[in-house]
């Protein structure tokens, strides 16, 4: 049976938020630039509320979503493009707006028939394809918001549980924005059903009356009124590319506080013996697991030994622009980062060299300054770029999402999340996704994408696997993704 047979949609519906006002938000560069992205996809499994029918848990998640898109109106609008001409009339640029007119958002409610949890997560072994159907608008792109919801849930009944799958537009939002929005669903949710936060021992959230509402208006470089972005192009849609989703392997692999801890001391023990003693004092666990990533993958990929390859990363703006863009700036604030220039892979695989990696990935990050950001998207405004799978080099590795996300605090009602699982958008070979670890502390998870023959090879790899943690929780596993 093919895992999207599995999976039978019972019903759809809309959620709208209040009325109010027609309102326009103009894209920013860094939006404009995910109009031909696939929507983000992320999704949470829960066990099967034991109060709360099926049914009832999406009309539950329904009347908290609207209550939710009160502030976040912009999720259920849709996306404009207005074309721009000059005296003679004719047609020199196009601009892209969210419309945010109360269209809504999509509500799905599905089964996953003779699917359980023990299928979606089982431990050390692949996880069907059916999870990709467990993520509706599969090959859509930002562009197609013009008509499309900017997100989609779908709610996907198992044997024993719930698998929740969130699908944002990415010209709407980023990482950060969108775990922000689901927090708060979350904390409605909650308050509805009369319950405090689902995590005692993390500092408790603010109560809804005092939360921060989310900033809605768009960054500017010059500090202003942010004003549309035009486009030098008459049809925006030429931009827009439709590749076929390449066939991937990926595994959710875990990383404990005490194995990330070792990668480090390693790290830190090799820059000291190089002189490095800069780099070695800044270490952090982020630098050293994409470290660890980026020379195991290339060494997967078995590459000349003259090929030179890079580490990219996905970074958040908000903090490093002057002033700082508040934390609760909803929209796209992110950059990808590199290591300053491209090594021989020869090179990136000699002994001792995970210090000087984990290091490079350091400066590349402590390179992205206020200044740095702005000169970027000044250099974006003059050659508008959008980004598409053919704008990464096959020889990277790419760093992507966060273990700072609170993706295991969105408790809507009836427990914390079992397991964080995204869907096949986007990846390509040498994607690597970044999670909390379920246990909270310093854990962290990484979703790896290869090819298969890139997979087998990195199975294989005795140094990554003496950092994999052994007796990893029960959301290790893997996938195929592709036709």
């Known amino acids: ?10 019903s759809s519906s809309t959620v709208k938020p209040p009325p109010r006002p027609r309102h326009r938000v103009p894209l920013t560069s860094w939006d404009v630039a995910m109009i031909s992205t ?27 979503l609207g209550d939710a898109l009160g502030d976040y109106y912009p999720v259920a609008g849709r996306l404009v493009t207005d074309q721009h001409r000059n005296e ?42 059916v999870v990709q159907s467990f993520f509706p608008l599969d090959d859509a792109v930002g562009f197609d918001g013009h008509e499309l919801p900017l997100f989609v849930v779908q709610v996907t009944e198992l044997v024993d549980g719930v698998f929740v799958g969130f699908v944002c537009n990415h010209a709407l939002a980023d990482g950060t924005a969108l775990w922000d929005f689901l927090n708060d669903w979350a904390r409605i949710a909650r308050a509805k059903l009369n319950l405090a936060a689902p995590v005692p021992e993390r500092e408790d959230p603010l109560p809804l009356t005092s939360r921060q509402a989310p900033l ?6 010059d500090g202003g009124m942010a004003s549309p972005i035009v486009l030098p192009y008459a049809d925006l849609s030429e931009l827009i590319e439709r590749p076929e989703s390449p066939h991937l392997r990926t595994r959710m692999l875990h990383f404990s506080a005490e194995s990330l801890a070792l990668l480090k001391e390693l790290a830190r023990t090799e820059l000291l013996a190089a002189g490095d003693t800069a780099g070695a004092a800044a270490l ?46 909803f929209g796209n604030s992110i950059d990808a980062v590199s290591t300053e220039r491209p090594v021989r892979a020869s090179m990136l695989l000699e ?42 080099d096959p020889h990277e590795t790419m760093v992507v999402s966060s273990p700072h996300f609170d993706m295991y605090g969105c408790d809507f009602g009836w427990g914390r ?10 990846k390509i070979d040498g994607w690597v996704s970044l999670y909390p670890g379920q246990e909270g502390g310093d854990s962290m998870d990484a979703e790896v994408s290869l090819t298969p023959e890139h997979m087998a090879a990195l199975e294989q790899d005795e140094e990554f696997w003496a950092a994999v943690s052994k007796g990893a929780p029960a959301h290790e596993g893997s996938f195929d993704v592709g036709p």
């Not at 099967?48 to 009309?59: I, T």
């Not at 350091?362 to 000044?378: F, L, Q, S, Y």
Request: charged fraction near 20%; include cysteine.
């Open 1 to 10: 049976m093919e895992p999207s047979s599995m999976v039978r949609v019972v």
């Open 38 to 64: 696939g929507y983000i996809q992320r999704g949470l499994l829960f066990h099967k509320p034991s109060s709360l029918p099926a049914f009832h848990v999406v009309d539950h998640l329904a009347a908290a």
């Open 88 to 129: 003679l009339g004719n047609v020199v640029g196009c601009s892209v707006s969210i419309q945010c007119d109360g269209q809504g958002v999509e509500i799905v409610h599905a089964h996953a028939d003779g699917v359980s949890i023990a299928d979606v997560i089982p431990h050390d072994a692949d996880v069907p394809r």
């Open 216 to 221: 809605l208006e768009r960054w500017s470089a």
């Open 284 to 329: 952090t666990r982020f630098q050293v697991l994409s470290s660890l990533a980026w020379r195991c993958i290339t060494r997967a990929r078995r590459l000349a030994p003259e090929q030179e390859t890079t580490f990219r990363a996905a970074i958040n703006n908000r903090t490093r622009l002057r002033p700082a863009l508040p934390a609760e700036y």
């Open 351 to 392: 002994r001792g060299r995970h210090g000087w990696a984990a290091a490079a990935v350091g400066r590349a990050v402590a390179a992205h300054t206020d200044e740095a950001i702005r000169a970027h998207v000044a250099a974006w405004m003059t050659k508008p770029v959008v980004y598409t799978t053919g704008w990464h």
């Open 417 to 426: 999340p079992l397991a964080a699982r995204s869907g096949k958008a986007n």
